[in-house]
């Protein structure tokens, strides 16, 4: 997956564009990068008056997919104004609110700081939406095209450098006064864990003068 920050472009004209190469097989939007550092929290309110802290990320209806995560009840958002009311979110959202299943969280309601209310649509199966060295905890996905800030885009080829020459022509066209730039999401979340692998390799070090 190649990361590529918007830097203000038009994301529906930036999936149109880019879908025509033939290496993109899949083309996602997000507000971050999963797993390379803490999301930001707002705390939500359900019908008993209680106040929970849920991580959040805003992504589009194309996310979960690409990123091979699992729905394990409910739906994805749709390409539409009506998702941005609603939410998608994790096992953990579930414990905190005291939901007994996947299921029985569907069609819930919670209000947001802003006093508005969010619809849950779907529950995804737990994963780490941020280092592994935080523990999992409640959140949720939200759908809002204002907040998109990186194109997630699966490639397969055998030639990247060709591909990241056609990405950077084709960005050309609908953005000539920003650099284009792309980054691999391995590298985003090694280089997010360069602290830990430098620790290993002194121990390691120390362990061989010892």
């Not at 508005?116 to 959140?139: A, D, W």
Request: hydrophobic content about 40%.
């Amino acid at each position: 997956i190649l990361d590529v920050p918007l830097q203000g472009a038009n994301a529906d004209i930036f999936r149109t564009e880019f879908s025509r190469l033939s290496a993109a097989q899949h083309i996602s939007m997000s507000s971050g990068i999963v797993g390379t550092s803490s999301s930001e929290s707002v705390y939500l309110k359900n019908a008993q008056k209680d106040s929970v802290e849920v991580y959040q990320l805003y992504v589009d209806d194309h996310y979960l997919t690409n990123l091979t995560l699992t729905l394990l009840a409910g739906s994805n958002f749709k390409h539409d104004k009506v998702s941005e009311n609603q939410a998608i979110v994790n096992e953990e959202f579930l414990k905190e609110f005291k939901i007994a299943d996947p299921l029985s969280a569907i069609g819930q309601s919670f209000v947001l700081p802003d006093k508005n209310e969010i619809t849950v649509i779907g529950v995804v199966k737990n994963f780490h939406y941020s280092q592994l060295r935080e523990p999992i905890r409640s959140f949720f996905f939200r759908y809002d095209p204002s907040q998109w800030q990186y194109a997630n885009i699966k490639v397969a080829s055998s030639d990247i450098l060709e591909v990241l020459a056609q990405m950077e022509a084709i960005w050309k066209t609908f953005e000539k006064e920003k650099k284009f730039t792309a980054r691999f999401f391995d590298d985003e979340i090694e280089e997010a864990y360069s602290v830990y692998f430098a620790m290993v390799k002194i121990c390691g070090f120390l362990g061989f003068l010892a």
